[in-house]
């Protein structure tokens, strides 16, 4: 009996293709409109409602109230906070990660290829806690790295010349050049692997041709290479520049007394019970996410991912 059913539903579907593409797109479609777009649409929801400042209850009237709290200094500093950060992040991993990606674009071949990618994975498989915990004696008073510029005598210089607090005052994991290094660390591979694709499919022949035709090696970078490279920059600076902005966990336990984005989440739905300034507060890297997102298509980012 169940064998002539299978047979029947095996007919079915051979008869009509369209019936299986639907029978197989049926349960991440319904997962991804139910639970992933819905709890969007429930978080969008709660942030037209406001709270009640007498009875401390939430008032479910339309209202763009709770948006105009995002406008006070208060909250308005926790934004350009963020979004600071994560320009700054996005950047000093462009910095960072050409060279390495360029690096193992032209010149890793066989075993050094692998040993590249091994290289730049190896930090993804460990956990994320572990990483951020390290970080965190690595920056401390009495770390590795407080250690070494002592021993180089450099503390005093950089105290004076970068205001970096490594000696005196609260330790580099607690403040927001800690929380840099930690941001920058843990999401550099997301900045290189995209360029890397984006340079390997730069041909040589157009940087040689450039040489022929006079062009010194910056002018052959700036003019030829960087233009060609580009999609591949905003493509890493999608992952960098959005785990930034939305990140709680490195803020909290590196960062200082100063909230980000995440902070405020947690902060108002939890400690202070205010469910729509904390739901206006996420719509906000939604809307500066989808807004990058245009920008970045528009420039063919999404080409090298």
Same mark, same amino acid.
């Given at each position: ?15 009509? #293709? ?10 991440? %479609? ?34 763009? *109230? ?16 963020? %979004? ?38 190896? #930090? ?6 572990? *990483?951020?915990?390290?970080? *965190? ?36 994991? %607690? ?27 730069? #041909? ?19 003019? %030829? ?5 580009? #999609? ?74």
């Amino acid at each position: 009996m169940s064998d002539t059913l299978l047979g029947r539903i095996s007919d079915t579907l051979w008869r009509n #293709p369209r019936l299986l593409i639907v029978a197989l797109l049926a349960p991440p %479609v319904a997962w991804l409109g139910i639970i992933y777009l819905g709890s969007l649409f429930a978080l969008l929801a709660q942030s037209f409602f406001s709270i009640d400042e007498f009875s401390g209850l939430i008032n479910y009237e339309f209202t763009l *109230k709770t948006y105009g709290e995002l406008f006070k200094a208060y909250n308005l500093d926790i934004i350009v906070r963020t %979004v600071t950060m994560a320009l700054a992040v996005t950047i000093g991993a462009a910095i960072i990660g050409f060279p390495v990606a360029y690096f193992a674009a032209r010149y890793a071949r066989g075993p050094w290829k692998a040993l590249f990618y091994l290289g730049v994975m190896l #930090p993804l498989w460990s956990s994320y806690l572990v *990483k951020v915990y390290s970080w *965190k004696l690595i920056l401390a008073k009495e770390g590795i790295l407080n250690w070494l510029f002592e021993t180089l005598h450099l503390s005093r210089l950089l105290n004076a010349y970068l205001s970096l607090p490594i000696v005196g005052g609260n330790s580099l994991s %607690v403040s927001t050049t800690g929380t840099f290094l930690v941001f920058l660390y843990v999401w550099l591979p997301f900045m290189i692997l995209p360029i890397q694709a984006s340079l390997e499919r730069v #041909p040589h022949s157009m940087l040689e041709a450039s040489g022929d035709l006079g062009a010194t090696p910056v002018q052959a970078f700036r003019t %030829v290479l960087l233009p060609l490279a580009f #999609p591949g920059i905003i493509a890493g600076s999608i992952f960098t520049f959005s785990l930034t902005l939305g990140d709680y966990i490195i803020p909290q336990i590196v960062g200082s007394s100063r909230r980000f984005i995440g902070q405020a989440v947690y902060q108002y739905q939890g400690t202070a019970g205010n469910i729509p300034l904390a739901a206006a507060f996420a719509v906000v890297p939604i809307i500066i996410m989808g807004l990058y997102l245009w920008w970045a298509k528009r420039k063919g980012a999404f080409d090298a991912l």
